[in-house]
């Protein structure tokens, strides 16, 4: 699928998603032209989902990273779209994960201090009926990446 460039294309792109097609194709070895066509190819196979800018949280006030575990009782179609709605309606819920075991679902939320996440608390709890939800507030992070494994 995947050949040796396509991956050192895909890992340059993961460290900085701005360089510019020139300074691209001279890291990965090809000519600008070859380079670019390379990328839209991995774009169009929804290789490349979307570029972005990875923000400072702390800088910008939500440096507060928490976990949430979720258990809830029901599981009907309907419960599911309002839980839907009320997670993609909070800014500060960054991630949202259906999971497996004993916990339903783990969400991570970006929030400025335990207040503030006493107010998103309240806000989903007000939406949506839960059984159980249990936070864990990180207290450092050792490793945070989004540079997916490309071996």
Avoid at 17 to 41: G, Q
Avoid at 51 to 71: M, P, Q
Avoid at 84 to 99: K, L
Wanted: charged share 25%; proline share 2%; with cysteine.
């Amino acid at each position: 699928m995947l050949d040796t460039t396509d991956k050192k294309l895909l890992r340059a792109l993961q460290q900085d998603a701005t360089m510019s097609a020139d300074l691209l194709a001279e890291r990965v070895n090809l000519s600008r032209n070859a380079c670019w066509r390379r990328v839209k190819a991995l774009e169009s196979a929804g290789l490349i989902k979307k570029r972005v800018a990875l923000l400072d949280a702390d800088k910008l006030g939500c440096g507060l990273t928490v976990l949430v575990a979720i258990r809830t009782r029901a599981h009907e179609a309907d419960w599911l779209a309002r839980f839907n709605e009320a997670v993609s309606a909070q800014p500060e819920i960054v991630a949202v994960w259906r999971t497996s075991g004993d916990i339903d679902y783990l969400l991570k939320a970006q929030v400025a201090d335990m207040s503030a996440y006493d107010r998103l608390y309240q806000r989903l709890i007000s939406a949506v009926p839960l059984s159980d939800v249990s936070a864990s507030f990180v207290m450092e992070a050792i490793k945070d990446t989004t540079e997916l494994p490309l071996d």
